[in-house]
């Protein structure tokens, strides 16, 4: 949405997608419990974390023999629903120092990244706050021990002109590399914020789920209210993911993969299914 109104009023935003290496494994436990002290988390909830995390031993059993066992200092598990808000909060240290550099303004507000774990998005007005914003997370990163990989790290313009923007912006004395489409958390982004070949490839991937269950949706067996659970489950939460980033749509979604269901086993009855998506815009039957 952040990008359909930059380009609505035709402004230009500055796009950089960093990537840390190996940032889970990089997680010091001492810093990390630091960092949540000063975060004033409630004391037991402090008290399971530290239990989870401190005091851990590991050795490397070899032909049945054990090496001698080494105190675990460093990394959050991976896999564990917990490690993402914990790299969230250990990271946060690094943006809280970012605050005074221009991003771009929402409702106010100065918005300079968003982040899951650790992917990490900068968001800047201008070529000249972008490298800012990344020489001060560069720097503050260090502190941390996290450490960027200039080599996969991208950069993005994002913007209405036909020719884009030339972003010339440097981390540890490497250009970053500036491309036209990147996947984020599994969804495709452009430089024009256009999201129609990313609508195709959600409709094509649900049609590929649909047609993998299709012995579950013609069994005559099942109910017709259980197919339509099914459906939701498994079809559609593939179909819409991300949706709430393509903005205000006509049935371009419903008229691609509507007809699809219908004569594979699965007739749906008027007005029994809609798209779970909060939204009137998309409707799938």
């Not at 990537?19 to 000063?38: C, M, P, R, T, W």
């Not at 032909?63 to 460093?74: C, G, M, N, P, S």
Request: net charge positive; proline share 2%; aromatic share 10%.
């Amino acid at each position: 949405m952040l990008m359909k109104r930059a380009v609505e009023v035709q402004r230009d935003v500055c796009l950089c997608f960093i990537d840390y290496s190996k940032a889970f494994d990089k997680v010091k436990h001492s810093e990390l419990f630091g960092i949540l002290d000063q975060l004033n988390i409630d004391g037991k909830d402090l008290r399971i974390l530290r239990n989870l995390y401190c005091e851990q031993v590991a050795g490397i059993r070899i032909d049945w023999e054990y090496t001698d066992f080494t105190e675990i200092k460093r990394d959050v598990r991976q896999g564990c629903a917990l490690s993402p808000d914990l790299l969230n909060l250990y990271s946060e240290v690094i943006l809280r120092n970012i605050t005074d550099v221009e991003g771009v303004k929402v409702g106010g507000r100065n918005i300079t990244n968003l982040r899951y774990a650790d992917d990490t998005v900068l968001i800047a007005n201008s070529q000249e706050n972008f490298q800012a914003l990344l020489s001060v997370v560069t720097y503050e990163s260090k502190s941390i021990w996290l450490q960027l990989n200039a080599r996969k790290t991208e950069c993005m313009v994002i913007s209405k002109k036909q020719v884009k923007p030339h972003c010339v912006i440097q981390c540890k004395n490497r250009k970053i590399k500036q491309v036209e489409k990147l996947k984020y958390l599994g969804f495709t982004i452009s430089s024009n914020a256009k999201f129609d070949q990313e609508i195709k490839k959600r409709i094509a991937m649900s049609k590929e789920v649909f047609t993998k269950m299709g012995t579950i949706f013609k069994n005559r067996n099942i109910q017709f209210v259980t197919k339509v659970k099914v459906l939701k489950a498994y079809v559609w939460s593939v179909l819409v993911y991300g949706s709430e980033c393509w903005g205000g749509l006509d049935s371009s979604v419903g008229s691609g993969f509507a007809p699809w269901p219908r004569g594979r086993g699965f007739e749906p009855q008027p007005s029994t299914v809609r798209a779970p998506t909060g939204w009137v815009g998309v409707s799938i039957m």
